[in-house]
């Protein structure tokens, strides 16, 4: 086994020019748009309707992770370079990594061991500078509000206190959470709250990964709620004509990104939001794109499967009109070892008794899956410290269950160590057996469309709405947009609103303390339990431990 760091491993690797790996997807040079050797961008008349629908789209989501994660990145890469490995044509569509957790606790989002995309480094870093433009859009937005605020001959008769925008950048900053602006005298604007949201929460984000082409994402960026008049008339980005204007900061944004697996196998990475307070997947474009150039398409979707996984069937599939034919699962004995009562000091630790404790986690996820109309396919995500014995537990149970369970080694032998995974989700997909269903109607009241995910998919016996959620709730049905799919802003830590009930709780309430509405996006975020928009760093952020010499060269970036 290697010993080498996921950035070792990444720069000893042998770069392929970009126009060659744009050749296995039939991609003319004169189409790529190209950022150096390695990266380009794809045009939007790439995508191809009949194709999209022809093609196989299979999604990867997991168990309810632990803080680092069970690899569904490293997952999706490996299975890619394993789909590769047994002749299909394939291409993974991934979500660009955030500054915020590659300088925080979490790191990057470019796979890992020998299952990554690559440039590593630019991907993980500002790579074609997709989040710098959704952060300009957001704050030229921000700008214009308070530009108005200030004039006289174009006043909206905004009143400050209602707006609910804010701005953003990509950095954990909790300093930035609540903040007054437009101190120091007249000429500096009107003094008011503001606060900072991070690039993946901004509704620009959300905008450009559920917009289908240019037009809709200008459509959608005015359709911006940004607060009310003194009169209580609400005030949208198309009232103050910003959508233009942002939109050709974005004209660059909306084209996916090519880019390549440590084995050369194409990669096309757009958009980012986060899972846990966003829709947590990839662009719709980027999605179709792959869908009209290979004939299996790898995606995946944030956090556990009650967060990516269920945002990205009952809101960017219903929205997108996609039907996935095969779902991946993936399963860390570590992470069923915490579910089943180990604290992080023994994570590695082998335990039977934890393992089949902690695996009423996965039974609930596998549950979930079958809700939908997907009979997952189990990847067992290999670390150093599993045994035989927890391994044939998992394979046991998952079995009892209808459900196949097979060992991902793909971290530590890329593709050779995911075959057995590619040729089990080829067999599912030829089984015909799976047919997509959403789980709500979105034209349901929005309390049942709540309560509809947090007692089928979280397991809660009830939901409670906090007085300022009866209020927004008012707000919602009076600006129409009750018809909308909700998007929940929930812990990743566990299927409740309390990051410390792991495993599959039971008896338990959530509570939905406020909603936000992403208007341009189309859907609803009731906020549930303490989330917050903007993290903090830890106490010894990633980025105390990284280092660039005078070439250029950088270590400690995972």
């Excluded at 500054?99 to 989002?109: D, H, R, S, T, Y």
């Excluded at 174009?154 to 900053?173: A, E, Q």
Aim: aromatic share 6%; proline share 4%; net charge neutral.
């Amino acid at each position: 086994m290697s010993h080498l760091t996921d950035i070792e491993i990444a720069q000893a690797s042998a770069l392929i020019h970009i126009k060659e790996i744009a050749q296995k997807l039939n991609i003319e040079e004169d189409d790529l748009e190209m950022f150096g050797k390695y990266k380009a961008k794809l045009p939007l008349d790439l995508i191809d309707p009949s194709k999209v629908d022809a093609s196989n789209l299979i999604l990867v989501t997991a168990m309810t992770p632990t803080p680092a994660g069970e690899g569904k990145t490293t997952t999706s890469i490996g299975l890619t370079e394993g789909m590769s490995k047994i002749g299909k044509k394939v291409c993974v569509v991934l979500r660009e990594p955030s500054l915020g957790p590659v300088f925080g606790i979490k790191g990057g989002a470019a796979g890992g061991g020998y299952s990554q995309v690559i440039p590593m480094e630019d991907i993980n870093l500002h790579f074609t500078g997709d989040f710098s433009a959704i952060e300009k859009a957001n704050n030229l937005l921000s700008a214009l509000i308070d530009n108005n605020i200030q004039g006289k001959s174009t006043n909206l008769g905004i009143d400050p206190r209602t707006i609910v925008w804010k701005r953003v950048m990509d950095c954990n900053d909790r300093a930035l959470r609540d903040i007054v602006i437009g101190l120091g005298g007249t000429g500096n604007g009107i003094p008011r709250q503001e606060g900072f949201n991070i690039t993946p929460a901004s509704e620009v984000m959300a905008i450009l990964c559920m917009s289908e082409n240019f037009s809709d994402l200008k459509r959608r960026l005015g359709n911006i709620f940004v607060g009310y008049t003194f009169d209580k008339k609400p005030i949208y980005a198309r009232d103050l004509n910003a959508e233009n204007a942002m939109a050709i900061l974005l004209k660059d944004a909306i084209k996916p990104n090519l880019v390549q697996t440590l084995e050369g196998n194409p990669a096309i990475i757009h958009g980012g939001p986060f899972a846990n307070i966003a829709q947590g997947t990839n662009t719709i474009i980027a999605t179709k794109m792959g869908l009209s150039l290979a004939d299996y398409v790898i995606t995946e979707a944030g956090f556990g499967a009650d967060l990516g996984a269920e945002k990205f069937l009952n809101i960017k599939c219903v929205s997108a009109g996609l039907k996935p034919k095969a779902l991946v699962l993936v399963a860390t004995i570590r992470a069923l070892r915490h579910h089943g009562g180990a604290t992080k000091e023994e994570y590695n630790t082998p335990s039977i008794e934890r393992v089949g404790n902690g695996f009423s986690n996965l039974e609930k996820h596998i549950e979930n899956c079958k809700l939908f109309g997907l009979n997952p396919v189990v990847a067992i995500n290999a670390f150093p410290s599993d045994t035989a014995e927890e391994v044939q537990l998992i394979q046991e149970r998952c079995a009892a269950m209808g459900v196949q369970a097979v060992v991902a080694d793909g971290w530590a032998k890329g593709g050779d160590g995911m075959t057995d995974l590619a040729k089990a989700v080829v067999s599912e997909i030829d089984a015909g057996t799976n047919d997509f269903k959403q789980l709500y109607d979105w034209k349901m009241p929005v309390k049942e469309k709540i309560r509809t995910i947090a007692q089928k998919i979280y397991g809660a016996t009830d939901v409670n709405f906090s007085k300022k959620a009866l209020i927004d709730l008012r707000k919602i049905e009076a600006l129409g947009l009750q018809e909308l799919p909700v998007c929940m802003a929930k812990t990743q830590k566990s299927f409740s609103d309390n990051a410390k009930l792991i495993g599959r709780p039971t008896d338990f309430e959530v509570e939905v303390r406020e909603f936000e509405y992403a208007v341009g996006a189309g859907f609803i975020i009731p906020i549930l339990g303490k989330m917050m928009r903007m993290p903090g760093l830890p106490a010894r952020p990633a980025s105390e431990n990284m280092f660039i010499d005078d070439n250029g060269k950088i270590s400690g970036l995972s």
